[in-house]
């Protein structure tokens, strides 16, 4: 076996990377389309897999949704393999979707991300004389929860003493998403960013770079998104009025005005409560206080409501009367939600009126992420469309249940009760 040069091997833009100064265990890899991300990496794996005198270096990448493992990532991996052309030492298998070293333990394998038993799988997986040095997520925007991938990675990092975590993904749309935010924060990590311009054009076929220049020339927002991979794209927020705040305990007890909501789960999502100050002088909504976790029982979320709330008072749920019940069993105080026609668009659009949506990141976590990464639906042609997708959204569905009195039309229920 004779693996070519590192120019042969690797996009120029990208030869920086693979220098003994610039090795880490942490790559994000990030930028616009046609920008060789994923090529890159997969090329990177098989090349440091044959590399390894040992052979005990295996990769494992993963994709958030499962029907997207094979037409991404893993023909990736095919490519990369056709490409350096190694193809006699790899064997490709299609059920389990794996890809094998012959005369070897190395395997490359591949893994959904998605329902909590994704996760506990993960923890399950054993190697023989092999370990995961090599480990991809891909498209890493969709996936919304890092306490998971801490998990995930804390499962991966054992029988070894060299990893290497790659992260790439188009730029996401939201300035505040945690990917955009944290970027460049990591002395030790590898950060970089790359464009289709950093390509040798004559790899990216004509008919892609003319349709680059019409997007450049007629739809300027998108073609600076997509290709230039510039965060921000006012059109796509849902909630361009989120602001930053800091919690202070004494000023909030003057807050009276006090709203909450449930929006029940158990798994995969999450049962998720939400209390909230309206300031209705200056139309200013602030978030106070969080529970976001999976597999509650209903005992469970009433400590866990007390735990946090900010008072005593009315919470509008989600219609589930059985809960419903074993709640107000537990001392707390529910009521159903007025579910309506348009009841989503309705309550989103009040939020969306509001001057200010006050969060704490610190406090609240996952009200902060719900709120800045949502974004409006795109058609198949990267318009931005008027619908609202469904998940990632269960703090948010809680605090319209909380509001619906102001946007439906119906008395407002407020308890001068106050636990502090």
Known sequence: MILKRLSEIHLPVYWKMHLPEFKCSRRYLRGGRYSGKSTEVARSHIEGMLKDPTKTKSCIAFRKFGNT???????????????????????????????????????????????????????????????????????????????????????????????????????????????????????????????????????????????????????????????????????????????????????VKSFDLILRGIDFGFAPDPTAYIDMYYDKTHRDLYILNEVYEQRLTSPEIAEKVRQKWHSYGPITCEIDKRVIEELNNAGLYCLEAKKGPNSRELGTKWLQELNHIYIDPARTPNAWREFTTAEYARDKYGNVTTKIPDGNDHLRDAARYATEDYWSGVGMKVSNQRLF
């Open 69 to 251: 493992l094979q037409g991404s990532v893993f023909n990736e991996y095919v490519n990369a393999i056709y490409d350096l052309g190694v193809e006699n030492e790899f064997e490709m298998v299609y059920s389990p979707l794996q890809i094998r070293r012959k005369n070897s333990h190395q395997v490359i394998m591949f893994s959904m991300l998605n329902q909590p038993d994704d996760f506990r799988k993960i923890k399950s997986i054993k190697l023989v004389k092999s370990y995961f040095a090599y480990i991809w997520f891909e498209e890493a925007d969709e996936f919304t929860d890092p306490k998971a991938i801490r998990q995930v990675l804390l499962s991966l990092f054992r029988n070894g003493n060299e990893f290497e975590v790659t992260y790439t993904f188009n730029t996401p749309f939201s300035p505040e998403h945690p990917l955009n935010v944290e970027w460049g924060t990591r002395d030790k990590y590898y950060y970089q960013h790359t464009t289709v311009y950093d390509l040798p054009k004559n790899i990216i076929p004509a008919e892609i770079w003319e349709e680059i220049e019409d997007m450049k020339k007629y739809r300027p927002k998108e073609y600076e998104h997509t290709i230039l991979g510039k965060p921000g794209d006012p059109d796509a927020i849902i909630y361009p009025n989120v602001s930053r705040y800091t919690y202070d305990p004494d000023y």
